[in-house]
């Protein structure tokens, strides 16, 4: 379905992001974590996309068989970097053959594995370059729906790590949008208050698109100290930092803290109506379904209803 027709139908959205596995048992953990998901019926799913090949193909392959074999609508994630217009365009074909409404389009990170990359070589250096071109693509109406591609791009709460000046990286934004993007999806955060700041500065350069939250719970004092590498620029505030060191060598607890202030963090955003929540699942379930029980709700529908 495509991004227009789902916002449309959800006054609220719950959506969660799977990333591409890169062994045969982390792919068996994906899809259990799947089918354990699937019943909280949200109202899409996104994939991850790595560039320079490391899991591209992976990802390719995740989201066509969501697409064929679950009741989930995945989004596709694509990123600009190490791709030639030919790669994109190929990729676009492939995911509109496959009856794929949906992209979440990226500027994208150097592989771990190629720090000297030249981004010179990349057809597009931007998001903004990549949703253009993704616009002219469904201008060619090579897609099932006449409209082609519903597009999403990544907002940054706090700020993009790349554009220490928050003006600046505001008019990134706003120029993402007004080159044809649908929706806002943004980088996790643990301080709602960032969030509504971001939404009140989204307001004031007229930037009226949906813009769904991104919340990640914190499981394990590994992911503790993962989250802000992930997440460059993503602080913890300090009344949460100060109940993770606390118990930082204590996965039990820290788990406990990181659920209950991600069904805090929830909570709050329902009762100010947000327009949606996009949970980053580590390919993991029990997290996520556990926040619904908590939230009191079976599924996304019931959960919905906490925010009207």
């Known amino acids: 379905m495509h991004i227009r027709d789902i916002f449309k139908q959800n006054p609220t959205t719950f959506s969660f992001e799977f990333f591409p596995p890169k062994t045969h048992e982390a792919a068996e953990l994906l899809y259990q974590s799947i089918k354990k998901l699937e019943p909280l019926k949200p109202a899409f799913v996104s994939v991850t996309y790595g560039a320079g090949g490391s899991t591209r193909e992976m990802t390719h392959e995740v989201v066509l068989r969501l697409k064929t074999t679950t009741t989930l609508d995945p989004v596709a994630h694509l990123t600009a970097v190490c791709h030639s217009e030919q790669d994109i365009c190929g990729i676009l074909q492939r995911y509109a053959k496959a009856g794929i409404s949906n992209i979440l389009a990226l500027a994208g990170d150097l592989p771990h594995d190629m720090p000297c990359y030249d981004r010179s070589q990349d057809a597009f250096r931007y998001a903004t370059d990549l949703v253009n071109y993704i616009h002219q693509f469904n201008d060619q109406k090579l897609h099932p729906d006449h409209r082609g591609f519903g597009i999403g791009v990544a907002g940054f709460p706090e700020g993009h790590p790349d554009t220490p000046n928050r003006v600046t990286d505001m008019t990134h934004l706003k120029q993402k949008v007004d080159a044809g993007a649908d929706y806002i999806c ?10 509504y700041d ?23 004092a590994a992911s503790m100290k993962r989250i802000p590498q992930m ?7 300090a009344k949460l930092l100060r109940k993770l060191l606390k118990y930082q060598d204590d996965d039990q607890n820290i788990r406990k803290i ?16 947000v327009r949606g929540i996009h949970f980053y699942t580590l390919n ?25």
Do not use: K
Not at 186 to 195: A, E, K, L, V
Not at 212 to 217: K, R
Not at 231 to 237: C, E, I, N, S
Not at 297 to 308: F, G, H, I, K, T
């Open 186 to 195: 943004t980088q996790m955060f643990f301080d709602n208050r960032d969030f």
């Open 198 to 220: 971001f939404c009140q500065r989204c307001e004031l350069i007229d930037i009226n698109v949906p813009i769904v939250a991104g919340i990640m719970p914190i499981l394990s």
């Open 284 to 308: 993991r379930a029990m997290a996520t379904v556990e926040i619904y029980r908590r939230l009191g709700a079976a599924d996304s529908s019931e959960l919905a209803e906490l925010s009207e």
């Open 258 to 273: 990181g659920i209950d202030w991600a069904t805090q963090q929830c909570h709050d955003l329902l009762d100010n109506h």
């Open 231 to 237: 997440a460059l620029g993503m602080r913890y505030p």
